[in-house]
C-alpha cells in the first residue's frame, strides 16, 4: 500500500492534521488553495507529525504537470519554517527551471510572486535570503540556496571557495527540495543495490540527505515511473499526495485537450493554427477578456525548427485573403468552420482577417527558443507570455520547454513532423517529451464572465454550443493517425 492510501484511510475517519492558518496568510492571495492542494499539505503534516514517521524524512508529491507543486513547495518553506528550519536546497537537472523557480519565489512584482508581500510569522517580518552556502545563514530568515543537480553533485566532489560543501550539511538540518525529481532515479531504475561510493547524482542527494537526521527530502515530480519495479519499491512509502493527469482533469482545473487530426500540408496546418488563435482572441476580446492566446510550432530537430520559422515567417508576411479562402474550403473539421462562421457573423472579411494576421505573427510576434543561450536569456519573457506588455504569439522549438515552462495561454500546439517514433513495446522518450509538453499546454488559463463563474475551473463542459468553449480548450494539431 502505498502511503498516501494510508493517510487517505485516515482521511475518511477525520484523523488529518488541520492545515495551519498561517501557510495560506503568507502566500500570495492571487492563488487560493485548491481543496487537493489543501489534502496534500493535510497529507505532509499528518505524516511530519507523527511520532513513527522516519527521520531524516523523504517524501513524493506525484503531480500533474500544472496543478500547482511550486505553490506547495512555497507553503511548505512555510510550514517548515514555523517548525524551526531556516536553511533551504533547491536543486533541479536545468538551469531554466531554476530561473523560473527564482523569480516565483523572489520577486514580489512578478505576477507569479508566489509569497504575500509580508511574510509575518509569529508577529515577526520574515525575509528570504538567497545564499551560495549555509555556513553564515541568517537563522532569522528563510535562507535558499538553488542549484541544478549536476552543479550540485560537482561542488561537493570539487570544493571550491564560498560553495556550498558536504560540510555544510553535518550540523545544520537541511530541507532538499528536488524539482522534477524523476531526473533523480537513473541508478534506482536500474534495480539492484546502489554503491554508497557512485560517484552519481543520486548518490550526492543521498549523502547530502543522512548528514543529518533532521533533515527533509521533498521531492516533485509528474512523471515517477511506478511501471519501474525498482522504483515502485523505493517509493512505495515515500509518496505522500498523488494527483495525477486523470483527477487534474476531471476536477475541471486543467483544459479539455484535443487532438486536431488532419491531412493538410504542415503549413497549412500552422496557418490552421493561427487562424483559430486570433478566433480565440477575438471571442476573449468580445467578452472584455484581456488574454492572448499563444501556439507552440514543435519541431524534431533544430535545423528544421529555423527552417519552418524562416518559411513561416515569410508566409505570414505574403498571406492574402485568397489564401485564406482556400483554406476555408479545405479544412473541414468544426472547430474551423466554427471560427469561419462567427468571422462572418462580426463582418470581418478574408482580406481583414489576413491584415490582421500578417500584423499579429509578424516576426516582432515569433521567438525561438533552440539552445541554452536562448532558453537561458528568454526565461522570463516564456514564464511571462500571460502578460500585457509580452509581445509573443507563436514560440518554435524543439525540446527546451518540455519542463519547467509556466504557461497558461498555451492553447494549440502545432507538431510539425510527421514521423512517429516508437521504442518497441515501451513508449519512446520522444513521445514521452511530448505528453510533458501537452501537459503544460493544459494549464487552464483563469477567466470569468460573472462573479457567479468559478475562475480557474473549465466552466462550459456541459455547454458545448457556447462560443467560449473554445477559450477552455487545448488543440494539438497533427497528422491523420489515430495512435495520436
Same mark, same amino acid.
Given at each position: 500500500?502505498?502511503? @498516501?492510501?494510508?493517510?487517505?484511510?485516515?482521511?475518511? @475517519?477525520?484523523?488529518?492534521?488541520?492545515?495551519?492558518? @498561517?501557510?495560506?496568510?503568507?502566500?500570495?492571495?492571487?492563488? =487560493?488553495?485548491?481543496?487537493?492542494?489543501?489534502?496534500?499539505?493535510?497529507?505532509?503534516?499528518?505524516? +511530519?507529525?507523527?511520532?513513527?514517521?522516519?527521520?531524516?524524512?523523504?517524501?513524493?508529491?506525484?503531480?500533474?504537470?500544472?496543478?500547482?507543486?511550486?505553490?506547495?513547495?512555497?507553503?511548505?518553506?512555510?510550514?517548515?519554517?514555523?517548525?524551526?528550519?531556516?536553511?533551504?536546497?533547491?536543486?533541479?537537472?536545468?538551469?531554466?527551471?531554476?530561473?523560473?523557480?527564482?523569480?516565483?519565489?523572489?520577486?514580489?512584482?512578478?505576477?507569479?510572486?508566489?509569497?504575500?508581500?509580508?511574510?509575518?510569522?509569529?508577529?515577526?517580518?520574515?525575509?528570504?535570503?538567497?545564499?551560495?552556502?549555509?555556513?553564515?545563514?541568517?537563522?532569522?530568515?528563510?535562507?535558499?540556496?538553488?542549484?541544478?543537480?549536476?552543479?550540485?553533485?560537482?561542488?561537493?566532489?570539487?570544493?571550491?571557495?564560498?560553495?556550498?560543501?558536504?560540510?555544510?550539511?553535518?550540523?545544520?538540518?537541511?530541507?532538499?527540495?528536488?524539482?522534477?525529481?524523476?531526473?533523480?532515479?537513473? =541508478?534506482?531504475?536500474?534495480?539492484?543495490?546502489?554503491?554508497?561510493?557512485?560517484?552519481?547524482?543520486?548518490?550526492?542527494?543521498?549523502?547530502?540527505?543522512?548528514?543529518?537526521?533532521?533533515?527533509?527530502?521533498?521531492?516533485?515530480?509528474?512523471?515517477?515511473?511506478?511501471?519501474?519495479?525498482?522504483?515502485?519499491?523505493?517509493?512505495?512509502?515515500?509518496?505522500?499526495?498523488?494527483?495525477?493527469?486523470?483527477?487534474?482533469?476531471?476536477?475541471?482545473?486543467?483544459?479539455?485537450?484535443?487532438?486536431?487530426?488532419?491531412?493538410?500540408?504542415?503549413?497549412?496546418?500552422?496557418?490552421?493554427?493561427?487562424?483559430?488563435?486570433?478566433?480565440?482572441?477575438?471571442?476573449?476580446?468580445?467578452?472584455?477578456?484581456?488574454?492572448?492566446?499563444?501556439?507552440?510550432?514543435?519541431?524534431?530537430?533544430?535545423?528544421?525548427?529555423?527552417?519552418?520559422?524562416?518559411?513561416?515567417?515569410?508566409?505570414?508576411?505574403?498571406?492574402?485573403?485568397?489564401?485564406?479562402?482556400?483554406?476555408?474550403?479545405?479544412?473541414?473539421?468544426?472547430?474551423?468552420?466554427?471560427?469561419?462562421?462567427?468571422?462572418?457573423?462580426?463582418?470581418?472579411?478574408?482580406?481583414?482577417?489576413?491584415? =490582421?494576421?500578417?500584423?499579429?505573427?509578424?516576426?516582432?510576434?515569433?521567438?525561438?527558443?533552440?539552445?541554452?543561450?536562448?532558453?537561458?536569456?528568454?526565461?522570463?519573457?516564456?514564464?511571462?507570455? =500571460?502578460?500585457?506588455?509580452?509581445?509573443?504569439?507563436?514560440?518554435?522549438?524543439?525540446?527546451?520547454?518540455?519542463?519547467?515552462?509556466?504557461?497558461?495561454?498555451?492553447?494549440?500546439?502545432?507538431?510539425?513532423?510527421?514521423?512517429?517514433?516508437?521504442?518497441?513495446?515501451?513508449?519512446?522518450?520522444?513521445?514521452?517529451?511530448?505528453?510533458?509538453?501537452?501537459?503544460?499546454?493544459?494549464? @487552464?488559463?483563469?477567466?470569468?464572465?460573472?462573479?457567479?463563474?468559478?475562475?480557474?475551473?473549465?466552466? +462550459?463542459?456541459?455547454?458545448?454550443?457556447?462560443?467560449?468553449?473554445?477559450?477552455?480548450?487545448?488543440?494539438?494539431?497533427?497528422?491523420?493517425?489515430?495512435?495520436?
Amino acid at each position: 500500500m502505498f502511503l @498516501y492510501e494510508k493517510i487517505d484511510a485516515l482521511r475518511e @475517519y477525520g484523523n488529518l492534521a488541520e492545515v495551519p492558518e @498561517y501557510i495560506s496568510k503568507n502566500l500570495s492571495q492571487k492563488f =487560493e488553495l485548491r481543496p487537493y492542494q489543501v489534502q496534500a499539505f493535510e497529507n505532509f503534516i499528518t505524516h +511530519f507529525e507523527n511520532k513513527k514517521s522516519p527521520r531524516p524524512l523523504q517524501v513524493l508529491f506525484h503531480m500533474a504537470t500544472g496543478s500547482g507543486k511550486t505553490l506547495i513547495m512555497a507553503g511548505l518553506i512555510i510550514y517548515l519554517y514555523k517548525q524551526g528550519y531556516r536553511n533551504f536546497l533547491f536543486f533541479v537537472n536545468l538551469t531554466n527551471i531554476i530561473d523560473k523557480t527564482q523569480e516565483n519565489f523572489l520577486n514580489s512584482t512578478s505576477p507569479k510572486y508566489l509569497f504575500a508581500d509580508e511574510i509575518i510569522i509569529d508577529g515577526e517580518r520574515i525575509k528570504i535570503n538567497v545564499v551560495e552556502n549555509f555556513q553564515a545563514a541568517d537563522e532569522g530568515a528563510i535562507n535558499i540556496c538553488f542549484d541544478t543537480t549536476q552543479g550540485l553533485h560537482t561542488k561537493i566532489f570539487l570544493p571550491r571557495e564560498n560553495a556550498v560543501t558536504l560540510d555544510d550539511f553535518a550540523d545544520k538540518k537541511i530541507v532538499l527540495i528536488s524539482d522534477e525529481s524523476h531526473h533523480l532515479n537513473v =541508478e534506482t531504475k536500474k534495480g539492484g543495490k546502489v554503491d554508497d561510493n557512485a560517484f552519481t547524482w543520486e548518490q550526492t542527494v543521498k549523502n547530502i540527505f543522512a548528514q543529518n537526521l533532521e533533515n527533509i527530502l521533498l521531492e516533485f515530480t509528474a512523471t515517477c515511473d511506478l511501471k519501474n519495479p525498482a522504483i515502485k519499491s523505493a517509493y512505495e512509502d515515500k509518496i505522500i499526495f498523488d494527483y495525477p493527469l486523470q483527477k487534474f482533469y476531471n476536477d475541471r482545473f486543467s483544459k479539455d485537450i484535443i487532438s486536431l487530426r488532419s491531412d493538410l500540408k504542415i503549413m497549412d496546418k500552422a496557418l490552421q493554427a493561427i487562424i483559430l488563435s486570433q478566433y480565440r482572441l477575438k471571442i476573449f476580446q468580445a467578452n472584455r477578456l484581456s488574454i492572448k492566446p499563444v501556439i507552440l510550432f514543435k519541431s524534431a530537430k533544430i535545423a528544421d525548427s529555423q527552417k519552418f520559422m524562416a518559411e513561416f515567417l515569410e508566409v505570414v508576411k505574403n498571406l492574402s485573403g485568397e489564401k485564406l479562402r482556400e483554406l476555408s474550403k479545405i479544412c473541414t473539421n468544426e472547430i474551423m468552420k466554427c471560427a469561419f462562421e462567427y468571422f462572418a457573423r462580426k463582418g470581418i472579411t478574408f482580406e481583414m482577417l489576413a491584415a =490582421e494576421l500578417r500584423d499579429d505573427f509578424s516576426a516582432v510576434h515569433c521567438i525561438s527558443v533552440n539552445d541554452d543561450k536562448d532558453a537561458e536569456k528568454n526565461q522570463i519573457l516564456l514564464n511571462s507570455l =500571460e502578460a500585457e506588455n509580452n509581445p509573443y504569439r507563436a514560440i518554435f522549438e524543439v525540446k527546451k520547454l518540455d519542463e519547467g515552462w509556466d504557461v497558461l495561454n498555451l492553447f494549440d500546439i502545432v507538431r510539425l513532423y510527421e514521423t512517429r517514433q516508437s521504442g518497441g513495446k515501451k513508449i519512446s522518450q520522444a513521445t514521452i517529451s511530448e505528453a510533458q509538453l501537452i501537459g503544460r499546454g493544459s494549464r @487552464y488559463c483563469p477567466f470569468q464572465i460573472g462573479d457567479e463563474q468559478e475562475k480557474f475551473q473549465r466552466k +462550459f463542459d456541459s455547454d458545448t454550443e457556447n462560443e467560449l468553449r473554445i477559450c477552455e480548450t487545448l488543440l494539438y494539431h497533427c497528422q491523420n493517425d489515430s495512435r495520436y
